[in-house]
């Protein structure tokens, strides 16, 4: 059932008109790197940021500026990252690599979701806090953010190589 559905998606006409493109194919994929590094670009300043990083700029300015940017990269990451996924889906499918990629992604998605939801988050954005802040749990889940989404990153370079 899966091997059919992923078959029909990648014999779809504008999937087979994206795989003989010479021009749109790279484009794509150029729009895929430019997600990343919007999203990475984003979250990895915030990260550091959380990890001690600048304590003279507010968490909440610095928030404000770069979570729009990440999610904006990682909507864009997505969109591109499909059309890619659709020109070879069973092969892509069949490859352990797409699945620890996918598993890492929405690992890193549900930390950064976990972390803006959670009480701490709310509080270490407050201004005029002590030098103790952010807590260890926020630390943590900004240690944790950089770790997953350098490992998309290699999953990704990686899957370059072998599809």
Same mark, same amino acid.
């Given at each position: 059932?899966?091997?059919?559905?992923?078959?029909?998606?990648?014999?779809?006409?504008?999937?087979?008109?994206?795989?003989?493109?010479?021009?749109?194919?790279? +484009? $794509?994929?150029?729009?895929?790197?430019?997600?990343?590094?919007? +999203? $990475?670009? %984003?979250? $990895?300043?915030?990260?550091?940021?959380?990890?001690?990083?600048?304590?003279?700029?507010?968490?909440?300015?610095?928030?404000?500026?770069?979570?729009?940017?990440?999610?904006?990269?990682?909507?864009?990451?997505?969109?591109?990252?499909?059309?890619?996924?659709?020109?070879?889906?069973?092969?892509?499918?069949?490859?352990?690599?797409?699945? $620890?990629?996918?598993?890492?992604?929405? =690992?890193?998605?549900?930390?950064? #979701?976990?972390?803006? +939801?959670?009480? %701490?988050?709310? +509080?270490?954005?407050?201004?005029?806090?002590?030098?103790?802040?952010?807590?260890?749990?926020?630390?943590?889940?900004?240690?944790?953010?950089?770790?997953?989404? #350098?490992?998309?990153?290699?999953?990704?370079?990686?899957?370059?190589?072998? =599809?």
């Amino acid at each position: 059932m899966l091997a059919e559905l992923l078959t029909a998606l990648q014999n779809l006409e504008p999937v087979a008109a994206l795989r003989t493109s010479r021009w749109v194919y790279p +484009l $794509v994929n150029t729009g895929h790197i430019a997600g990343i590094a919007l +999203l $990475v670009g %984003a979250i $990895v300043p915030l990260d550091l940021r959380l990890l001690g990083a600048w304590r003279s700029v507010p968490l909440d300015l610095l928030s404000r500026v770069l979570l729009p940017i990440a999610i904006a990269g990682l909507c864009l990451a997505a969109a591109t990252g499909f059309m890619m996924f659709a020109v070879s889906a069973t092969k892509y499918a069949g490859l352990t690599l797409f699945s $620890v990629k996918l598993t890492l992604i929405a =690992a890193a998605v549900a930390n950064a #979701l976990l972390l803006r +939801l959670s009480p %701490a988050w709310t +509080l270490a954005r407050l201004p005029d806090l002590p030098p103790e802040f952010p807590p260890g749990r926020l630390r943590l889940a900004a240690a944790m953010s950089i770790g997953l989404w #350098l490992s998309v990153l290699l999953c990704g370079r990686f899957l370059a190589y072998i =599809a």
